[in-house]
């Protein structure tokens, strides 16, 4: 591997090489695999409460098709950029692969800090960009839901602004509020994936999930439904951190404490039931199964060194940057992958999606149990590729990925 800073696209894309590699998938064939087919930038000012005028920028990127609409969350973030989006559009397209749900893989978001602006602002502002990639859209073209500083309100106005044009199409975006279309489950289905492929890992390779400990980074949706499925699955979460701080205690958090004090404060910062440590030595903090739940490229290599850990589940989005998963497969640290770890998102929405078209709607316990087959199957599949291969979790979730990938787009005549 080559040293020095890769962009996030080229990370996906070192990760992909490597396991079309092993597949030998014909050359000619990687290239239109690796990259996106439509991508989508827009302007959009903002007059903001104050009276001044702001422009941002919103994308929309659709990488690969060949399997179904494309699928993807909306991200709001300051650093949102084109090389972003692509990198986590091409994520969803192997994500809704390894899962096997009929979905291409798309990705938006817009580079702006919802964390400074007001509801009002937020409103206008997501009202704006959906007209202006309303184009692009579709129940069976491409299906927006939330990513990180997105939620179900924001899914809601999505939809409401496509049905203004289109009339009333509830399948237009998921992780809607379930008032409005939404599906039992959909909220803490990706939290609840990464337990369910937790679960088996720590089978797999031989920690005892009574008892284990565990790191998260991130308290938002993924962090926050994760720490109270491990916890109610009889694991200790000893550390949790966010944007704004972190907090620690070795004898086991009270998670139900714990979010309830989110629920209030939005931090785990001021948490009393543990003792306050700075949010960037989240991962020196030695556990048996550390999850990064916040943003990308939070553990490369200056920092990897530190982590002293069982197993890696990768709730965020390409959290590891490729020198760093090197790292940790040459000391035998297995990561369970994000296109698996938290493709319990996707599923739910999949699943959101069919009951939209069908305008006829399940329980959350028949929702739930529906996801823990998928993810239990797909985790299967992965290790099974792993140990037949011999090659990480991450190169053999690729690989099951591809298989599925390119036998569409021959099976399409391409
Ligand atoms: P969210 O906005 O609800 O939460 C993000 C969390 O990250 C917050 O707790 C925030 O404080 C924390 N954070 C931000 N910057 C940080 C920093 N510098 N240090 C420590 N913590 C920091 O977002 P989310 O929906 O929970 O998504 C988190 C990650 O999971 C993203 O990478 C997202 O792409 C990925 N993901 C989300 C879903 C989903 O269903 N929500 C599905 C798949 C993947």
Request: proline share 4%.
């Amino acid at each position: 591997m080559a040293k020095g800073k890769m962009t996030a696209f080229e990370e996906v894309n070192w990760q992909f090489d490597r396991a079309a590699e092993q597949l030998a998938i014909p050359v000619e064939y990687r290239s239109i695999l690796r990259n996106c087919y439509r991508e989508l930038k827009v302007q959009i000012t903002l007059r903001r409460d104050g009276g001044k005028l702001e422009e941002f920028f919103g994308y929309r990127v659709q990488h690969n098709g060949a399997r179904g609409p494309y699928k993807g969350g909306i991200r709001y973030h300051p650093t949102v950029d084109l090389d972003e989006v692509r990198a986590l559009a091409s994520l969803m397209t192997w994500k809704t692969a390894v899962v096997n749900v009929p979905f291409g893989g798309a990705k938006g978001g817009i580079n702006c800090d919802p964390r400074a602006m007001s509801e009002g602002e937020i409103q206008s502002l997501t009202r704006s960009f959906m007209r202006k990639i309303d184009m692009a859209l579709g129940t069976y073209r491409d299906i927006p839901a939330p990513d990180l500083n997105t939620n179900a309100k924001m899914m809601a106005w999505m939809m409401d602004e496509y049905g203004r044009k289109h009339g009333y199409t509830p399948s237009i975006v998921t992780g809607k509020p379930v008032a409005l279309g939404g599906s039992k489950g959909r909220e803490s289905a990706t939290g609840l994936g990464i337990f369910f492929v937790g679960r088996k890992a720590c089978q797999d390779y031989g920690i005892a999930l009574r008892g284990a400990k565990v790191v998260i980074q991130g308290s938002g949706n993924v962090g926050s439904w994760a720490a109270k499925y491990f916890h109610d699955g009889g694991a200790k979460v000893i550390a949790v951190a966010d944007v704004d701080g972190a907090v620690r205690n070795d004898a086991g958090l009270d998670v139900p404490s714990l979010l309830k004090h989110l629920a209030e404060k939005r931090t785990v910062a001021g948490f009393p039931g543990g003792e306050a440590f700075s949010n960037a030595k989240i991962f020196s903090v030695p556990c048996d199964i550390l999850i990064p739940a916040a943003l990308n490229g939070v553990i490369h290599e200056e920092n990897v060194g530190q982590i002293q850990t069982r197993l890696v589940l990768e709730g965020a989005n390409n959290p590891i940057d490729p020198h760093a998963d090197q790292s940790l497969f040459e000391r035998k640290i297995p990561v369970v992958p994000d296109i698996l770890a938290n493709a319990g998102g996707v599923t739910v929405s999949y699943f959101e999606w069919t009951q939209n078209l069908q305008q006829y709607y399940w329980e959350e316990a028949e929702v739930q149990q529906k996801l823990e087959g998928v993810m239990n199957r797909a985790y299967s599949e992965v290790h099974e590729m792993a140990k037949a291969r011999t090659v990480s979790l991450r190169t053999a979730a690729f690989m099951v990925a591809i298989q599925r990938v390119f036998e569409a787009v021959k099976l399409r005549g391409i």
